[in-house]
């Protein structure tokens, strides 16, 4: 099960840390990452870490203002968004890959969580 919090709303160059706990779900075994759906628009792919290497992913549009991190003690993922700017506005997900590797896409993750709503304006 996977329960994402830390939303809210900012203005645009505020920042969050959204965060994610994955119970009964082993951090070492799965790949986990973080989704967003902007209104209108289809899902896409924030970050994804995987957890055989630890290598972390993120789509284009992150532009270096994002961190994905875990605590494997507390079983659970956290991204930290700085500078953030209206087109970030959306509900995040965090979801769960079948495996170790991030998946190609966001249809390809097996278990979500409910989103949290990150909405940036002034």
């Known amino acids: 099960q996977l329960q994402a919090s830390g939303g809210g709303s900012v203005q645009p160059g505020g920042s969050l840390r959204l965060s994610c706990v994955a119970s009964?779900?082993?951090?070492?075994?799965?790949?986990v990452g973080w989704v967003r759906q902007a209104p209108g628009k289809f899902r896409e792919t924030v970050s994804c870490r995987q957890s055989h290497n630890g290598r972390t992913f993120y789509g284009g549009f992150v532009e270096g203002r994002f961190t994905h991190t875990l605590d494997k003690a507390e079983s659970t993922v956290y991204l930290q968004m700085d500078n953030l700017k209206p087109k970030d506005t959306g509900i995040y997900y965090c979801?769960?890959?079948?495996?170790?590797?991030?998946?190609?896409?966001?249809?390809?993750?097996?278990?979500w969580g409910r989103g949290t709503l990150v909405t940036v304006s002034s």
């Open positions: 979801a769960s890959a079948l495996g170790s590797g991030c998946p190609a896409g966001p249809p390809d993750f097996v278990a």
């Open positions: 009964g779900l082993s951090l070492d075994d799965y790949a």
